[in-house]
């Protein structure tokens, strides 16, 4: 079992930055691939980025390429997702993913275990 708290949203203004945080407990961290996904009122909940166990590898959604990054410290057991060069449309609530082992790191129903979510708005 694995648990997942994310925190670090809140509101601000486009053009800006935030840093979100996932903490987590309860399994080898690094034996885990982690994922951000976002859902935004009405919308279906979409990929944002995902990191390898190690951290080597990383992906983003072509929407938030280039803006965000996403890091991990496997010894504090944390993931990050800095988000700059924020826009109305990231307003969302982000959510922190983890499996040992998704076949599809962008597919949201590939993840077992999910953070409560924290929101994001971002003011025009």
């Known amino acids: 079992q694995v648990q997942l708290v994310e925190s670090g949203g809140g509101l601000v203004q486009a053009g800006g930055s935030l840093r979100l945080s996932c903490a987590a407990s309860?399994?080898?961290?690094?034996?885990?691939?982690m994922g951000w996904f976002r859902q935004a009122p009405g919308n279906s909940r979409e990929f944002v980025a995902r990191i390898s166990g190690g951290g080597v590898l990383t992906d983003f959604a072509e929407s938030v390429k280039a803006r965000f990054t996403i890091s991990r410290d496997n010894v504090k057991n944390m993931v990050f997702l800095q988000m700059n060069s924020l826009k109305s449309e990231d307003t969302a609530v982000y959510y922190c993913?983890?499996?040992?082992?998704?076949?599809?790191?962008?597919?949201?129903?590939?993840?077992?275990?999910w953070g409560q979510g924290t929101q994001v708005t971002v003011s025009s």
């Open positions: 993913a983890a499996d040992s082992t998704p076949r599809n790191p962008r597919l949201a129903s590939d993840y077992e275990y």
């Open positions: 309860g399994r080898a961290f690094s034996s885990l691939a």
